[in-house]
């Protein structure tokens, strides 16, 4: 019943969306529900990433210490959202602090799980690194767009 | 078709006066050909021809009585119906408020142009769309419009600039005058052949003269400006050419151009055609009376637009192509004609000598549709 | 019609005659970004304008700005403006007291098709300022919100210190059944709400893309991607709107200086259907 539940959620989820029935088995073994009150941090910058989160509902913003600036926060995610890729990436430790700033409904995935289902079942690896690299092509230009500051000036304004 | 002798065209132009005119023509100055105001015949250049060729303008005596024998000075007319400076409005502050005295052209002058080319005359048609032609009317461009009586002269002669025929302007004019003159010399005589184009151009012409062209008198002015259409030896190839310009947005001349142009404007201050503007606002010491004026404005310059933090077109590179795309591309979508009427003042008045035809010839040679 | 912007009629004293009209009040909305509501007095009666117009608005001595207009078109003599502070002449605007007067010349430009979306979901995007021209198409959209399906409002500003109408954001989503999403692209931990660029925020929504208006404005690049997002989510180019900004100095056509290509933006836009002007988004240098 409880696997049942948290495939129907995981079919639900975009980042998860066409994935065959037999990945989406393999992937199941790996997943857990969890829920964060408000405040409640999900991920330590500096801890071992082990996991990442399809955020289902609420609202996660990434905050990162800038010692006398204190923390910044530069990006939320939401519902929909995949939250974390450092689990994929040696040496497997999270970059930035994660916590939620409205009640957090999720799917954890542990990585470690993943990752020796990656290394077994090469196109399950493959399927899940062209996911991620999609996700992560879309925050980098995202990012980029943040970068350029865009709302500083105008085209027409200048007088 | 009426005949107006040499000898008789002080009559028309005493005819001009005498209804209020101020005559404008072309009269030689400082080594040109200009426009000025004149009064008699002798003020015309007679004698006087142009010498023309990319970068190059110098006056030359002719061996003849050829009232017109010459193409087109640095001065275009646009000066008088657009003027290069224009005080739009003065303000004079009174207490947290202000008081607005619109300004503009004085509404009563009347300015009869004396020897339009009739590239010349297009470019004026053109100017008139600019100004009158939309939902907007430039209100003071309109009154010197109405105000001015139009003496086109065709062309017998062509500078080595001119490309009047590829545009379909000249040598002879068919529209937008009162009155169009072609000047005939030879046998022995010299006389203009005169037609009205509009019921006031008739009214004048009908006080000068009453004896009508014979046919070989006709046919004598025809064939001159027919001798002139083939004597014109530049030539821009205009097949398609506005979508040619969109396509080729990216096209490796525009590099190439962008070296030689030094983005002086000069260019767009001798065209007929070209009619950007600026405007300045400027308060006086005490800060009670200010004034706003506008004034001739150039796509080549840095400033044109210029925005918060920035600049649309920072290079030259992109500043000529505005230009050119403008007058053969852009135009026609904004006023159903291209932009140029071939009088080729922006190739004798360039420091380097571009010549806008070459430039159309080798974006077209290296088309990407080539 | 459905595919066209809305060209209103000319200004009244032909464009080019300026009025003088009384400064009401400014609010400060942000550090730099401030309203100017106006006072048109006798000009009132016949002054009428259309949501994503514009006006130019001359300070004495120092110069005009072409500036859109921010407030209800259905309040006549009172007109809002909303003002980046940047220049010589938005900084004289900014110095205005109530009681000052400054002078007018408008409306210009077209306006957003607001009858074409009636029936529709309507999907605003705004970025920075760019909510400046969008609030009057709240406004007239909110007058008979029955007209309309679902209004999504999309809003990214610079900071949380950054955003305007904070007020008025909070009461469209609560009283008027407005979908409000609003994203900082900094944020401090006081800030609950999202962080990132305006286009993140599609990810939270579900269009009806085939009943769905787009009405967008805001920086180009950022409505650059903001178009990719819609029409990655189906919509129809068509379908969507985006208001452009150049430097302007007379707002009729003449002078030349906003010209985009064969558009001159004070008169064939600001506001234009995408189709229109796909061609010269990406051009550099236009």
Same mark, same amino acid.
Request: overall charge neutral; proline content about 4%.
């Given at each position: 019943?409880?696997?049942?539940?948290?495939?129907?959620?995981?079919?639900?989820?975009?980042?998860?969306?066409?994935?065959?029935?037999?990945?989406? +088995?393999?992937? /199941?073994?790996?997943?857990?529900?969890?829920?964060?009150?408000?405040?409640?941090?999900? /991920?330590?910058?500096?801890?071992?990433?082990?996991?990442? #989160?399809?955020?289902?509902?609420?609202?996660?913003?990434?905050?990162? =210490?800038?010692?006398?600036?204190?923390? /910044?926060?530069?990006?939320?995610?939401?519902?929909? =959202?995949?939250?974390?890729?450092?689990?994929? /990436?040696?040496?497997?430790?999270?970059?930035?602090?994660?916590?939620?700033?409205?009640?957090?409904?999720?799917?954890?995935? =542990?990585? +470690?799980?993943?990752?020796?289902?990656?290394?077994? =079942?090469?196109?399950?690896? #493959?399927?899940?690194?062209?996911?991620?690299?999609?996700?992560?092509?879309?925050?980098?230009?995202?990012?980029?767009?943040?970068?350029?500051?865009? #709302?500083?000036?105008?085209?027409?304004?200048?007088? | 078709?009426?005949?107006?002798?040499?000898?008789?065209?002080?009559?028309?132009?005493?005819?001009?006066?005498?209804?209020?005119?101020?005559?404008? *023509?072309?009269?030689?100055?400082?080594?040109?050909? @200009?426009?000025?105001?004149?009064?008699?015949?002798?003020?015309?250049?007679?004698?006087?021809?142009?010498?023309?060729?990319?970068?190059?303008?110098?006056?030359?005596?002719?061996?003849?009585?050829?009232?017109?024998?010459?193409?087109?000075?640095?001065?275009?007319?646009?000066?008088?119906?657009?003027?290069?400076?224009?005080?739009?409005?003065?303000?004079?502050?009174?207490?947290?408020?202000?008081?607005?005295?619109?300004?503009?052209?004085?509404?009563?002058?009347?300015?009869?142009?004396?020897?339009?080319?009739?590239?010349? @005359?297009?470019?004026?048609?053109?100017? $008139?769309?600019?100004?009158? *032609?939309?939902?907007?009317?430039?209100?003071?461009?309109?009154?010197?419009?109405?105000?001015?009586?139009?003496?086109?002269?065709?062309?017998?002669?062509?500078?080595?600039?001119?490309?009047?025929?590829?545009?379909?302007? *000249?040598?002879?004019?068919?529209?937008?005058?009162?009155?169009?003159?072609?000047?005939?010399?030879?046998? %022995?005589?010299?006389?203009?052949?005169?037609?009205?184009?509009?019921?006031? *151009?008739?009214?004048?012409?009908?006080?000068?003269?009453?004896?009508?062209?014979?046919?070989?008198?006709?046919?004598?002015?025809?064939?001159? @400006?027919?001798?002139?259409?083939?004597?014109?030896?530049?030539?821009?190839?205009?097949?398609?050419?506005?979508?040619?310009?969109?396509?080729?947005?990216?096209?490796?001349?525009?590099? $190439?151009?962008?070296?030689?142009?030094?983005?002086?404007?000069?260019?767009?201050?001798?065209?007929?055609?070209?009619?950007?503007?600026?405007?300045?606002?400027?308060? $006086?010491?005490?800060?009670?009376?200010?004034?706003?004026?506008?004034?001739?404005?150039?796509?080549?310059?840095?400033?044109?637009?210029?925005?918060? %933090?920035?600049?649309?077109?920072?290079?030259?590179?992109?500043?000529?192509?505005?230009?050119?795309?403008?007058?053969?591309?852009?135009?026609?979508?904004?006023?159903?004609?291209?932009?140029?009427?071939?009088? %080729?003042?922006?190739?004798?008045?360039?420091?380097?000598?571009?010549?806008?035809?070459?430039? @159309?010839?080798?974006?077209?040679?290296?088309?990407?549709?080539? | 019609?459905?595919?066209?912007?809305?060209?209103?009629?000319?200004?009244?004293?032909?464009?080019?005659?300026?009025?003088?009209?009384?400064?009401?009040?400014?609010?400060?909305?942000?550090?730099?970004?401030?309203?100017?509501?106006?006072?048109?007095?006798?000009?009132?009666?016949?002054?009428?304008?259309?949501?994503?117009?514009?006006?130019?608005?001359?300070?004495?001595? &120092?110069?005009?700005?072409?500036?859109?207009?921010?407030?209800?078109?259905?309040?006549?003599?009172?007109?809002?403006?909303?003002?980046?502070?940047?220049?010589?002449?938005?900084?004289?605007?900014?110095?205005?007291?109530?009681?000052?007067?400054?002078?007018?010349?408008?409306?210009?430009?077209?306006?957003?098709?607001?009858?074409?979306?009636?029936?529709?979901?309507?999907?605003?995007?705004?970025?920075?300022?760019?909510?400046?021209?969008?609030?009057?198409?709240?406004?007239?959209?909110?007058?008979?919100?029955?007209?309309?399906?679902?209004?999504?409002?999309?809003?990214?500003?610079?900071?949380? &210190?950054?955003?305007?109408?904070?007020?008025?954001?909070?009461?469209?989503?609560? !009283?008027?059944?407005?979908?409000?999403?609003?994203?900082?692209?900094?944020?401090?931990?006081?800030?609950?709400?999202?962080?990132?660029?305006?286009?993140?925020?599609?990810?939270?929504?579900?269009?009806?893309?085939?009943?769905?208006?787009?009405?967008?404005?805001?920086?180009?690049?950022?409505?650059?991607?903001?178009?990719? !997002?819609?029409?990655?989510?189906?919509?129809?180019?068509?379908?969507?709107?985006?208001?452009?900004?150049?430097?302007?100095?007379?707002?009729?056509?003449?002078?030349?200086?906003?010209?985009?290509?064969?558009?001159?933006?004070?008169?064939?836009?600001?506001?234009?259907?995408?189709?229109?002007?796909?061609?010269?988004?990406?051009?550099?240098?236009?």
């Amino acid at each position: 019943m409880q696997t049942e539940n948290l495939t129907e959620i995981l079919r639900q989820h975009p980042f998860l969306a066409g994935l065959s029935d037999a990945h989406m +088995e393999v992937l /199941i073994g790996c997943a857990s529900n969890v829920r964060y009150a408000e405040g409640a941090p999900l /991920i330590q910058e500096g801890e071992i990433a082990n996991t990442f #989160y399809l955020i289902r509902t609420g609202r996660v913003a990434l905050e990162t =210490d800038v010692n006398a600036r204190g923390k /910044i926060r530069i990006q939320t995610v939401g519902p929909g =959202d995949v939250l974390g890729w450092s689990w994929l /990436i040696s040496p497997f430790r999270w970059h930035f602090n994660a916590l939620a700033v409205a009640e957090v409904r999720a799917v954890a995935l =542990d990585g +470690e799980c993943l990752r020796k289902k990656c290394e077994k =079942d090469h196109d399950f690896g #493959y399927e899940m690194l062209s996911r991620f690299s999609h996700v992560m092509e879309r925050r980098l230009e995202a990012t980029r767009m943040q970068l350029l500051d865009l #709302y500083t000036t105008s085209p027409g304004a200048h007088v | 078709m009426y005949i107006i002798d040499s000898t008789e065209l002080h009559n028309l132009m005493e005819e001009l006066i005498k209804r209020g005119y101020l005559l404008i *023509g072309p009269t030689v100055r400082s080594g040109a050909i @200009v426009l000025e105001s004149i009064r008699t015949v002798d003020d015309l250049p007679r004698g006087f021809g142009d010498e023309q060729e990319p970068s190059h303008y110098s006056l030359k005596r002719r061996n003849d009585a050829m009232l017109f024998g010459f193409v087109v000075g640095p001065v275009s007319w646009k000066k008088f119906l657009y003027p290069p400076r224009l005080t739009m409005f003065k303000a004079t502050r009174a207490g947290k408020s202000f008081t607005i005295a619109p300004e503009g052209t004085d509404k009563n002058r009347k300015l009869a142009f004396i020897g339009v080319r009739p590239c010349e @005359v297009s470019g004026i048609l053109m100017q $008139d769309q600019v100004f009158t *032609g939309g939902k907007y009317v430039d209100r003071a461009y309109k009154a010197a419009r109405d105000n001015a009586f139009i003496v086109a002269v065709n062309c017998t002669v062509t500078g080595g600039n001119c490309f009047c025929a590829s545009m379909g302007t *000249g040598p002879g004019a068919t529209r937008g005058f009162d009155i169009a003159l072609t000047e005939v010399l030879g046998g %022995g005589k010299h006389y203009f052949v005169a037609s009205a184009g509009t019921p006031r *151009g008739e009214e004048v012409l009908g006080a000068v003269t009453q004896r009508e062209a014979t046919e070989p008198e006709s046919r004598s002015a025809l064939d001159a @400006v027919a001798r002139a259409a083939e004597s014109l030896t530049k030539r821009m190839d205009i097949r398609e050419l506005p979508q040619l310009l969109k396509d080729n947005f990216e096209n490796p001349r525009w590099d $190439d151009v962008a070296k030689r142009c030094l983005a002086c404007t000069n260019c767009t201050m001798v065209c007929p055609t070209c009619f950007c503007s600026t405007v300045e606002d400027a308060t $006086d010491l005490t800060g009670m009376h200010a004034e706003r004026s506008r004034r001739w404005d150039s796509c080549f310059t840095l400033d044109f637009t210029k925005v918060a %933090g920035g600049n649309i077109r920072p290079s030259i590179r992109a500043r000529y192509r505005q230009w050119l795309t403008h007058k053969l591309s852009n135009w026609m979508d904004q006023f159903g004609t291209l932009g140029c009427v071939g009088c %080729g003042r922006c190739i004798t008045w360039c420091p380097s000598g571009i010549d806008i035809t070459a430039e @159309v010839d080798a974006i077209r040679g290296n088309s990407v549709h080539a | 019609m459905k595919h066209e912007t809305i060209q209103p009629p000319a200004a009244p004293g032909e464009g080019l005659r300026l009025h003088t009209v009384t400064v009401k009040k400014v609010i400060w909305e942000t550090d730099d970004t401030f309203t100017l509501q106006i006072d048109l007095g006798e000009m009132g009666e016949t002054f009428s304008f259309l949501p994503g117009q514009f006006n130019m608005l001359y300070v004495f001595g &120092l110069g005009e700005a072409a500036i859109s207009i921010s407030s209800d078109a259905s309040q006549g003599g009172m007109l809002a403006h909303t003002i980046h502070r940047v220049g010589t002449v938005t900084t004289g605007l900014a110095q205005m007291k109530r009681g000052d007067v400054i002078g007018l010349r408008g409306p210009f430009g077209t306006a957003w098709p607001i009858t074409a979306a009636r029936g529709k979901d309507v999907c605003i995007v705004a970025g920075g300022i760019g909510l400046a021209p969008l609030r009057p198409v709240m406004y007239a959209m909110l007058r008979e919100r029955t007209a309309f399906e679902r209004i999504i409002l999309l809003y990214g500003a610079r900071s949380p &210190l950054d955003l305007l109408y904070r007020v008025e954001l909070e009461e469209w989503a609560k !009283e008027h059944n407005v979908e409000v999403l609003v994203t900082v692209d900094r944020g401090d931990s006081s800030w609950k709400g999202y962080i990132g660029v305006v286009t993140s925020l599609f990810s939270y929504l579900k269009l009806d893309a085939r009943a769905t208006v787009g009405y967008v404005c805001g920086p180009e690049t950022m409505m650059k991607y903001t178009i990719d !997002e819609m029409e990655r989510r189906g919509l129809a180019e068509d379908q969507i709107y985006l208001s452009m900004e150049r430097n302007m100095k007379c707002a009729v056509g003449f002078c030349g200086h906003c010209q985009y290509g064969p558009e001159f933006i004070c008169k064939d836009g600001p506001v234009f259907t995408l189709p229109r002007i796909r061609h010269l988004l990406d051009k550099k240098e236009l």
